[in-house]
């Protein structure tokens, strides 16, 4: 078939694996329940995400390059929308993160994080060569700082956080001195103890220091990363089978289609499961960034780099969060995790990344 041109399979087929990877784990861990409601809903999101991949992918979005209207337009939408979940979100975990519309719950933020990397791809294509001015610099940092407070105020910090990698991956790729990049991680972790002292919830400076000391909350949030740690430390070679993890069966494990999903899916399939989800991830972010070095476009290797940092990010946050490496702050895997917002989200992304790399 023809439509099968269109299609980038060293990015589609990686992606179809993590998506796989996801369906099974949420499969398996909705089986002591009895209850696959989440497991069909993830399935339909799929068949949405799939087919919003085929259309972008077969659209030429070269006018993305061009058209400032329409960049900038979607980018405002998404940003009243985060707006409104201010005021119009029901209270969910502690959370105004979500639309409710009956049984479906509507996210904006992973499309708004979509919508910043083709903003700032834009605005760095055409001023590379001006980012030795801090004034660029600081008025790029504005595109970011305005979804991040918005998403910062849910409270919903890991959100809040991949709109910061979008933007440090934006002007690192972008050509910035090194001697200025570390200048401004070094801003930034000036701000994080500002950040601690007068903005962080009790609930998440609680989180971080049981991250720091587990004994802190040893029935609270250690009680989830040990649980996690258990699943994975006692996985073996081949895993406990799936449907047969203790952890993730009998309830040991929380949220084991959402936050953990890494433990839940370790668990059951041991060390060789782990390894295989590890290679497709490396496999799907290294062929992204191979576009973003390869592509002579300013603005295909800025999405691409854009899109690589927030897969990276989210990537490393969720499995260091299941290690016990990171604090944990709700930060799904990518394509993996229950969640059709960020699904659908990574896999527009995709789309248009196929796209830009056939039209170039």
């Given at each position: 078939?023809?439509?099968?041109?269109?299609?980038?399979?060293?990015?589609?087929?990686?992606?179809?694996?993590?998506?796989?990877?996801g369906?099974?784990?949420?499969?398996?861990?909705?089986?002591?329940?009895?209850?696959?409601?989440?497991?069909?809903?993830?399935?339909?999101?799929?068949?949405?995400?799939?087919?919003?991949?085929?259309?972008?992918?077969?659209?030429d979005?070269?006018?993305?390059?061009?058209?400032?209207?329409?960049?900038?337009?979607?980018?405002?939408?998404?940003?009243?929308?985060?707006?409104?979940?201010?005021?119009?979100?029901?209270?969910?975990r502690g959370?105004?993160?979500?639309?409710?519309?009956?049984?479906?719950?509507?996210?904006?933020?992973?499309?708004?994080?979509?919508?910043?990397?083709?903003?700032?791809a834009?605005?760095?294509?055409?001023?590379?060569?001006?980012?030795?001015?801090?004034?660029?610099?600081l008025?790029?940092?504005?595109?970011?700082?305005?979804?991040?407070?918005?998403?910062?105020?849910?409270?919903?910090?890991?959100?809040?956080?991949?709109?910061?990698?979008?933007?440090?991956?934006?002007?690192?790729?972008?050509?910035?001195?090194?001697?200025?990049?570390?200048?401004?991680?070094?801003?930034?972790?000036v701000?994080?103890?500002?950040?601690?002292?007068?903005?962080?919830?009790?609930?998440?400076?609680?989180?971080?220091?049981?991250?720091?000391?587990?004994?802190?909350?040893?029935?609270?949030?250690?009680?989830?990363?040990?649980?996690?740690?258990?699943?994975?430390?006692?996985?073996?070679?081949?895993?406990?089978?799936?449907?047969?993890?203790?952890?993730?069966?009998?309830?040991?494990?929380?949220?084991?289609?959402?936050?953990?999903?890494?433990?839940?899916w370790?668990?059951?399939?041991?060390?060789?499961?782990?390894?295989?989800?590890?290679?497709?991830?490396?496999?799907?972010?290294?062929?992204?960034?191979?576009?973003?070095?390869?592509?002579?476009?300013?603005?295909?290797?800025?999405?691409?780099?854009?899109?690589?940092?927030?897969?990276?990010?989210?990537?490393?946050?969720?499995?260091?969060?299941?290690?016990?490496?990171?604090?944990?702050?709700?930060?799904?895997?990518?394509?993996?995790?229950?969640?059709?917002?960020?699904?659908?989200?990574?896999?527009?992304?995709?789309?248009?990344?196929?796209?830009?790399?056939?039209?170039?």
């Amino acid at each position: 078939m023809k439509i099968f041109k269109y299609f980038n399979w060293s990015l589609l087929a990686p992606a179809l694996l993590l998506t796989g990877i996801g369906l099974t784990s949420i499969y398996s861990a909705s089986i002591s329940r009895g209850n696959f409601f989440d497991f069909k809903k993830q399935l339909i999101y799929f068949g949405l995400s799939l087919i919003l991949f085929v259309v972008l992918s077969r659209l030429d979005l070269r006018f993305l390059r061009t058209n400032s209207y329409l960049v900038f337009g979607f980018y405002l939408l998404f940003l009243l929308l985060i707006a409104g979940l201010l005021f119009a979100a029901p209270l969910t975990r502690g959370i105004r993160g979500w639309y409710k519309l009956g049984p479906v719950a509507f996210d904006p933020e992973p499309l708004a994080a979509i919508s910043l990397i083709i903003v700032l791809a834009k605005f760095f294509s055409t001023r590379h060569t001006g980012l030795r001015s801090w004034r660029l610099l600081l008025f790029s940092s504005l595109y970011m700082v305005v979804p991040f407070a918005l998403v910062f105020l849910q409270p919903d910090l890991g959100s809040s956080a991949c709109f910061v990698a979008i933007w440090l991956g934006a002007i690192f790729f972008s050509g910035l001195p090194l001697k200025r990049f570390l200048a401004v991680l070094l801003v930034f972790a000036v701000l994080a103890g500002i950040g601690w002292q007068f903005f962080l919830q009790d609930y998440q400076k609680q989180r971080i220091l049981s991250f720091l000391n587990p004994q802190v909350d040893q029935k609270g949030i250690s009680w989830s990363v040990n649980q996690s740690k258990i699943a994975i430390g006692s996985a073996g070679l081949l895993g406990k089978g799936l449907g047969k993890g203790p952890q993730t069966q009998y309830g040991f494990l929380t949220e084991p289609k959402t936050d953990f999903i890494f433990s839940a899916w370790a668990e059951e399939t041991g060390f060789l499961g782990t390894l295989f989800l590890f290679a497709v991830l490396f496999f799907l972010f290294w062929r992204i960034i191979q576009i973003a070095f390869a592509s002579a476009n300013n603005f295909t290797r800025l999405f691409a780099s854009g899109l690589a940092s927030l897969f990276l990010t989210q990537s490393a946050i969720n499995i260091g969060m299941c290690l016990g490496l990171l604090p944990v702050v709700g930060i799904p895997l990518p394509m993996v995790s229950y969640g059709g917002n960020t699904l659908l989200a990574f896999y527009v992304g995709l789309g248009i990344l196929t796209s830009l790399e056939r039209q170039v």
